[in-house]
């Protein structure tokens, strides 16, 4: 059993926009369906930009583009008072869309995402379409997966893994996976631990193993 992908957790159902869709019409999509960010495509369906609501907000941080630009302002506060007269998606749109490849690991996506920006990604396939979007909120759900389905993941890759898988016993709790048995080695016993910890879904392990043999001790390891 493989680390799941991207696409076995993605938004499948994707709302997007073109580069002359109408500003009001973003923001109506993004407050209709509760979304903070909407991927612009285009003819292909290829992601070339993301509309956020950060981004439209600018239209009512700078009064529509009525300020004035502080002589000596930053390069994003430039970005933003521009933002702020777009009529289109073109004009507020964030480019390059942020993408990730529909078979990427999801720990790979996890550490894309643990950066405050950006809030979601676009999903594409191996021609660069847009297959779907990627939200923290869609790796979390991992954390929602069955006890007897992690359960069974976990004796997969043990039995892929360890000769003496039989000795151990697995029983997963509401996330929680217990390790019981005894194996001659306690390297043996410590990389049966690991495997447990790794599979996708579980929140912590209790490693209940024994060993006759500290195997780790004469390696300095």
């Not at 369906?45 to 956020?52: A, K, L, T």
Request: aromatic share 4%.
């Amino acid at each position: 059993m493989s680390e799941p992908t991207v696409a076995t957790v993605m938004t499948r159902t994707v709302f997007t926009a073109s580069q002359d869709t109408p500003f009001q019409e973003l923001v109506a999509t993004l407050t209709d369906h509760g979304l903070s960010m909407l991927p612009v495509i285009d003819t292909t369906g290829r992601p070339v930009g993301v509309v956020s609501d950060v981004d439209a907000l600018a239209k009512l941080e700078y009064h529509c583009g009525a300020d004035y630009i502080p002589v000596l302002a930053s390069r994003r506060t430039r970005t933003r008072w521009h933002k702020a007269i777009a009529c289109t998606a073109h004009g507020l749109m964030t480019a390059p869309a942020p993408t990730i490849p529909a078979d990427t690991p999801i720990s790979t996506a996890a550490g894309c995402l643990s950066d405050p920006h950006p809030r979601a990604l676009c999903v594409t396939d191996h021609t660069g379409q847009l297959v779907g979007v990627l939200t923290r909120r869609d790796l979390l759900r991992v954390y929602l997966r069955g006890d007897h389905t992690i359960e069974t993941d976990i004796k997969a890759r043990l039995a892929a893994t360890i000769y003496h898988h039989r000795s151990i016993a697995v029983d997963v709790t509401t996330g929680i996976a217990t390790l019981t048995g005894t194996l001659t080695l306690r390297s043996t016993a410590e990389h049966a631990h690991r495997i447990a910890r790794s599979i996708p879904g579980v929140i912590t392990t209790r490693n209940n193993l024994t060993y006759h043999l500290d195997d780790l001790t004469f390696t300095g390891l």
